[in-house]
């Protein structure tokens, strides 16, 4: 079966650090990755989604970035966090090209202080 | 912005209530999809209806589509403590699956 990993649970960084955050997907090939952001009481606001290795597209300018090194690994990275990246961050994955549903990760919380 | 919009913000009820959800969006979608969150979780998908359905059940839940109004319903019948949670339609496009702002369901017991 498949699953998602997604860590860590909760990260704590203080402002102008670096931040990866890493997502892995076990039990499928060529999935479509996904990386969400979530403010406190709000909705999902896409980051950046990805079809294939090296393929990243970015929904919002921001001061974060995406990257897919291999085919079920996708890394969330910032070369300098700012208090504004703080938020609850969630990866998903879905059948490459197919109308279905996506699995969600358990979401990192970060607290840039 | 192909972005649902959930329609209450917030939802209270007594436990063995009915509660609906609605949502809008904007754009030509594939189809449609309900999620549900727990406070601090991931989300778990319930239930997808495609463009060409007008309406899908699973179990307790029942979700129509009007794409002619751009919008869609999600009812949970008899509603259980169990059932508190936020719940977020999306739409999926080409690739991409864009949520809504969410329903805050609260069930009293």
């Known amino acids: 079966s498949q699953t998602i990993h997604q860590w860590p649970a909760t990260l704590v960084q203080p402002v102008g650090s670096p931040l990866s955050l890493e997502c892995t997907v076990e039990g499928t090939s060529n999935p479509n990755l996904y990386w969400y952001r979530q403010a406190a009481g709000r909705g999902l606001q896409l980051l950046f989604y990805?079809?294939?290795?090296?393929?990243i597209s970015s929904e919002v300018p921001q001061n974060l970035s995406a990257s897919r090194p291999q085919d079920r690994q996708f890394i969330l990275s910032s070369k300098k966090l700012l208090l504004s990246d703080s938020g609850f961050y969630l990866c998903a994955w879905s059948v490459l090209g197919g109308n279905t549903e996506a699995f969600f990760g358990q979401g990192t919380r970060l607290t840039v202080v | 912005s192909q972005q649902g919009e959930e329609d209450p913000q917030a939802l209270s009820i007594q436990e063995g209530e009915n509660a609906t959800m609605n949502c809008s969006y904007k754009t030509s979608i594939n189809n449609l999809q309900w999620y549900r969150q727990n406070s601090g979780r991931g989300l778990v998908h319930l239930i997808l209806i495609r463009s060409n359905e007008r309406e899908k059940h699973s179990g307790r839940l029942r979700v129509t589509l009007d794409t002619s109004k751009k919008s869609s319903s999600l009812l949970i019948t008899a509603s259980r403590a169990a059932d508190t949670a936020s719940y977020f339609c999306?739409?999926?496009?080409?690739?991409?699956?864009?949520f809504g702002q969410g329903t805050r369901l609260t069930i009293n017991p």
């Open positions: 990805s079809v294939g290795i090296g393929q």
């Open positions: 999306a739409t999926r496009g080409a690739q991409k699956l864009v």
